[in-house]
């Protein structure tokens, strides 16, 4: 069976999800999910510089979570129902968080609907997770994460080795370096205990990630040699 990964525009999709979730780890220093890393790391989020921002968010893999893995949790969700109305008349505040949300939600719908694969490959989801999302209107799934302000999360909070890595290699001036970082951290995500025994992921990786990337990357090392 052919696997397709993420194309180039879905790659684009992930990178301007991860710049925004960068941008507001790094403006809430005493932030509830800044809180989630190791207290060790938090410092060098914060002091992220926007080149490192541009070169951390360029993993192909969201960083941040939807708590993909946590099927009681999207049980709920799915099951719930909605308790307020997205479009009401009264005012509705949402801060950036709630539209970072709402991106990544309608970002990993759509991609569902159209490549369940590529979307397990840039958030780790089962297939089942998906199926789901895809059976699901987007109206549907908003207005229930509104109801859920739990939704969003660090990817692998709780691993020091995951973000020293993309804290160190992963943000080398060195596009090489950077490479292998973030294909070590891709690796990571996609052979996460609780699924291991998702052998289909682990063979779309081999058939469309790298590839995928090293074009990508090939662009990026030219334009580091033209200037």
């Known amino acids: 069976m052919d696997f397709n990964g993420p194309e180039p525009a879905d790659l684009a999709e992930v990178q301007s999800l991860n710049i925004a979730f960068l941008e507001y780890l790094r403006a809430a220093p005493d932030g509830q999910l800044l809180q989630q890393l190791p207290t060790s790391l938090r410092p060098a989020v914060v002091a992220l510089t926007d080149r490192q921002v541009q070169r951390l968010a360029a993993v192909p893999f969201l960083l941040l979570t939807m708590r993909e893995s946590d099927h009681a949790y999207w049980a709920r969700l799915f099951g719930d129902r909605p308790m307020g109305d997205l479009f009401a008349c009264a005012p509705v505040v949402v801060d950036e968080l709630g539209r970072i949300t709402s991106a990544t939600l309608g970002f990993v719908w759509q991609l569902s609907r159209r490549n369940p694969y590529a979307t397990r490959l840039v958030c780790g989801g089962t297939l089942d997770w998906c199926e789901q999302l895809a059976a ?15 939704l969003i999360g660090v990817r692998f909070s709780g691993s020091i080795e995951f973000w020293h890595r993309l804290l ?55 334009e580091d040699e033209s200037t």
């Open 136 to 150: 699901c209107t987007l109206l549907r799934l908003l207005q229930r994460a509104v109801d859920h302000q739990d």
């Open 168 to 222: 160190g290699a992963g943000l080398s001036s060195e596009a090489g370096v950077r490479r292998a970082a973030h294909l070590c951290a891709l690796q990571t995500v996609l052979t996460a205990p609780e699924l291991m025994n998702g052998s289909r992921l682990r063979a779309a990786a081999c058939h469309s990630a790298v590839p995928t990337l090293t074009v990508r990357e090939r662009s990026i090392r030219q």
